[in-house]
């Protein structure tokens, strides 16, 4: 698999959106020989099956009692647990209590730190401009900042400087997970005092520092009456959590204060690189594919003029929606989903017995011909003016950037909205072009991301 992946990765690719067999050549390589049906794999001892049908995809996705997640390397708890990783019981008590703090109303308490965040990171491309109004920048480390900066003043309402340390941290650890995650994985390993197992444990208390300060001082403001502004996530968190041990009538009901911690540390790992990700391979694509970003602006400049984008407005938005579908599609920045059954399980007509692990790959059935026709790999958002359900023939769609079931993303609707506010911005001020050194290079570390950078260049409007 290594060799296969390294390969691979020596060199960029063509401009195409054909990439299964650059991101996931081993998959795919059986994926191919199995004419799409049920196939499975090894990771060491452990047998991994990938399902391809509807329905069992379906069934392994919805049964969420019988169907656990994978942690995989146990060091992989010091990066994200919380809800991602919580299971049965306590999975539903940690959903129930995070929603409120989801749900669509509560959003526009996020459309100004979308708004500042995007206006600030704006104003960096402007100063990088020369006499032509244009200049040449990867946006990566744009977006990532953006994304991070996000999370920071929605999760905490604080400075950038404690989110920005926060973050850079969990990058550095998820990239040594991701090293140990390629590689098999022996038991009682993460004992060895080697320099990643030593730095991953560093740096996982450096972040405990930081995110349990961050909320001493919230606890103690909102004690003292000296804060009541709920409008943070950390802020719903702590209220909804209030609320549940009050109805429940004693604390057992509600998260503990590990419980906090591992949710808002949760927040930074789930939310910042993939909608990072989503949004860089959006600005590739429209780059790309002039005339749908021709398109998009034109859509933008009809609802907003040059006035500030609102949630009403951007959520009228039905080109940009139709092209985030299809960006999704495409480039989903998760690309395999995994489950782990703790006990024999019929799926279908298979018998699997305690210790299968469950591969859903996202990637290649968004790239599948069957599923999506013959233009499978084309750019071509109009397959979802009538909505996802009626963007291919069959109707069963096996459409997961978001995952699907009781434990679909609960950030999705954030996550959107992020987007669209920050695109819509970005099209109202600026038009782009891929710059010549632009190299197609897409590969997985954890999320979908372009190898060799995203150079575009830039030009004001
Ligand atoms: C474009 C952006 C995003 C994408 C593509 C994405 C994708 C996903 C996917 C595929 C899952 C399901 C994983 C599985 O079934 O194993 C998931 C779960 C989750 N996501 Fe997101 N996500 C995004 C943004 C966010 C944001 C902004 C947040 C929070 C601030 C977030 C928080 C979570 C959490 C907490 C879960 C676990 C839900 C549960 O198990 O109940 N995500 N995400």
């Known amino acids: 698999m290594e060799q296969m992946q390294n390969e691979v990765q020596s060199k960029p690719m063509n401009l195409s959106h054909d990439i299964s067999s650059r991101v996931m050549p081993f998959f795919y390589k059986f994926w191919v020989s199995s004419h799409g049906n049920n196939f499975f794999t090894w990771i060491g001892t452990t047998p991994v099956v990938h399902v391809t049908e509807p329905t069992l995809v379906r069934e392994a996705s919805v049964n969420y009692r019988k169907y656990l997640k994978v942690i995989g390397n146990p060091l992989r708890k010091s990066l994200a647990t919380g809800l991602f990783f919580a299971e049965g019981d306590r999975w539903a008590k940690h959903r129930k ?87 098999l994985y022996v038991p009682g390993s993460r004992f060895l005092p080697t320099r990643n197992n030593k730095r991953i444990k560093e740096i996982a208390q450096e972040v405990r520092a930081i995110i349990y300060s961050i909320i001493d001082k919230r606890v103690a403001a909102m004690k003292s009456g000296e804060i009541t502004s709920k409008d943070d996530l ?21 998260l503990s204060n590990e419980d906090i911690f591992e949710e808002c540390k949760l927040f930074y790992f789930a939310g910042q690189d993939t909608t990072a990700y989503a949004l860089i391979w959006t600005m590739i ?100 003016s009538e909505g996802v359900s009626k963007a291919t023939k069959q109707g069963q769609v096996l459409y997961l950037p978001f995952g699907t079931g009781p434990r679909i993303c609960i950030g999705q609707n954030f996550a959107m909205l992020e987007m669209k506010m920050a695109l819509a911005m970005i099209l109202q001020r600026f038009s782009f072009d891929l710059s010549p050194s632009y190299s197609h290079a897409p590969q997985t570390v954890l999320s979908l991301q372009p190898q060799l950078g995203a150079h575009l260049i830039l030009h004001k409007l």
């Open 97 to 183: 209590i995070i929603n409120p703090a989801f749900h669509l109303e509560k959003l526009k308490h996020m459309e100004p730190s979308f708004y500042e965040t995007c206006s600030e990171m704006m104003d960096k491309w402007e100063e990088l401009m020369t006499g032509e109004n244009s200049c040449e920048v990867d946006v990566v480390p744009y977006f990532c900042s953006f994304s991070a900066d996000v999370i920071s003043r929605t999760a905490f309402g604080s400075s950038f400087k404690e989110g920005r340390k926060i973050f850079e941290l969990q990058k550095e650890q998820a990239e040594m997970m991701d090293k140990i995650d390629k590689s």
């Open 234 to 254: 950390l802020g719903m968190l702590l209220e909804s959590n209030n609320k549940e041990i009050k109805e429940g009538g004693n604390k057992n009901f509600g």
């Open 285 to 384: 694509l429209l780059s790309h594919h002039k005339d749908w970003q021709t398109r998009a602006r034109e859509e933008i400049l009809h609802v907003f003029g040059d006035k500030r984008p609102d949630i009403h407005g951007l959520n009228q938005l039905k080109i940009l929606n139709m092209i985030l579908n299809e960006v999704h599609r495409l480039y989903p920045v998760a690309t395999t989903t995994r489950r782990l059954i703790h006990e024999e399980v019929k799926l279908g007509n298979l018998t699997l017995p305690a210790g299968t692990i469950i591969q859903l790959n996202n990637l290649l059935f968004h790239h599948d011909k069957k599923t999506w026709g013959e233009d499978a790999s084309e750019f071509n958002p109009q397959r979802f």
